[in-house]
């Protein structure tokens, strides 16, 4: 099993004036302190106008930034909005990328949140699927050809050489944003990696495991020539600490970034400027349902952190992405985390990728038969409630019409 760390880059308020600053600043120490500590990957989003849940707009800029501070770890964006950005200066800033990291780059595409971030860049909520789609497939050979042009519905461009070319050939890695627990069946089939978010049990995570290999070596349905990227990675809570306690009383920044869901959920994204989501999340974060999330991380003392990877490492989930930076979750609080699980919980784990390597290897060549269990019985992970419900392409068309109809 592999590990990530992950970054929407949160800054709850009040704001000072060198928050961001400092906010930048801390989370580039936290990825160089991975980097010596072995951590395998760091993930960072890319977000626009959600006001204290990310302020993580220009991914391309800091993870180069990270480039310059780190020398093995790997840098993902997880993931890049294809409707709200051109795919040939996504390939351009992609490669410039991975050459300025020497091949550490690692892809991930995805849609957007809704109307606050499309909106603005002309991009429609009920297209942004097909607008995708479209962008895999006019971006991926950009990588490769030396002349390529494209003449689709929501893009067009002529003959053009991109420059530069990537440092990894034919390209990164490519993954797929499966915030929608039902992608993960589409993720198999576009031969894409697929980043999720902790499954509800071990039961669940071995039904889409299975689900996802299943697609992929008996439906393949590739957007383009690529390579595939077998690959399934859950976004968890997290915090370690030397005692359940501690480390409890230490993860409100995951409650934060739940609540954060919940709320737009509900009551959708507060007027530019007007609203205060740490405000708003203090009488929440009292409730049972706040104490309920805090059990659905990986939250706890380096035992109770092993027990529970060990249950979902049986599952064949290749990584385990650790969500730290949340709400107000202290600087060095996250540094002393890292430092305890890289010492005390990764090396097991480490340990078996040899193992995990193999068994994958025997799926991918039908040596090893996998159950077709039913995945759909799980519809949520375990942090999602009714109020975060990501939806499948169809019911948002289908809730759109309703809002026009109306």
Not at 323 to 342: N, P, Y
């Amino acid at each position: 099993m592999k590990f990530g760390i992950f970054y929407e880059l949160q800054l709850p308020r009040p704001w000072a004036e060198r928050s961001e600053y400092q906010l930048l600043q801390d989370a580039l120490g936290q990825i160089e302190l991975a980097d010596r500590l072995g951590f395998d990957y760091a993930w960072c989003v890319e977000h626009h106008f959600l006001e204290e849940y990310s302020h993580c707009s220009a991914p391309e800029v800091f993870l180069g930034a990270a480039t310059q501070r780190t020398t093995r770890i790997r840098l993902g964006h997880g993931i890049i909005q294809l409707p709200t950005n051109h795919p040939l200066r996504v390939a351009e800033r992609v490669a410039t990328l991975d050459l300025l990291s020497g091949g550490r780059v690692e892809l991930g595409l995805g849609e957007g949140q809704g109307p606050v971030e499309l909106h603005p860049f002309g991009a429609r909520v009920r297209e942004k699927r097909e607008v995708w789609e479209e962008a895999v497939r006019a971006l991926v050979p950009a990588f490769t050809q030396t002349s390529w042009q494209w003449q689709g519905q929501y893009f067009k461009f002529p003959a053009r050489n991109v420059l530069p070319k990537p440092f990894q050939k034919p390209h990164p890695p490519l993954w797929v944003a499966c915030s929608n627990i039902t992608t993960i069946a589409s993720a198999g089939r576009w031969g894409m990696g697929a980043l999720g978010f902790q499954f509800v049990s071990p039961d669940a995570a071995r039904a889409w495991v299975n689900r996802y290999y299943l697609e992929l070596t008996r439906n393949p349905a590739r957007l383009a020539d690529y390579p595939a990227n077998p690959n399934i990675a859950m976004v968890s809570g997290f915090m370690c600490a030397p005692t359940d306690a501690e480390a409890l009383d230490k993860a409100s920044g995951w409650t934060f970034f739940v609540f954060c869901l919940s709320h737009y959920g509900r009551h959708g994204i507060p007027n530019p400027g007007e609203g205060n989501m740490w405000e708003a999340y203090q009488q929440w974060r009292h409730t049972d349902r706040a104490q309920e999330t805090l059990r659905s991380g990986l939250i706890g003392a380096p035992e109770t952190i092993r027990r529970r990877l060990r249950e979902f490492e049986a599952t064949g989930v290749d990584q385990v992405i650790l969500l730290a930076q949340a709400g107000r979750t202290a600087h060095d609080d996250i540094c002393r985390s890292l430092e305890l699980f890289a010492r005390e919980v990764m090396p097991e784990f480490h340990a078996r990728a040899p193992e995990h390597g193999r068994w994958k290897a025997d799926v991918l060549a039908g040596r090893i038969g996998l159950e077709g269990e039913d995945a759909d019985t799980y519809r949520l992970y375990a942090h999602q409630n009714e109020d975060i419900v990501r939806l499948t392409p169809a019911e948002l068309k289908a809730k759109m019409a309703a809002k026009e109809r109306a």
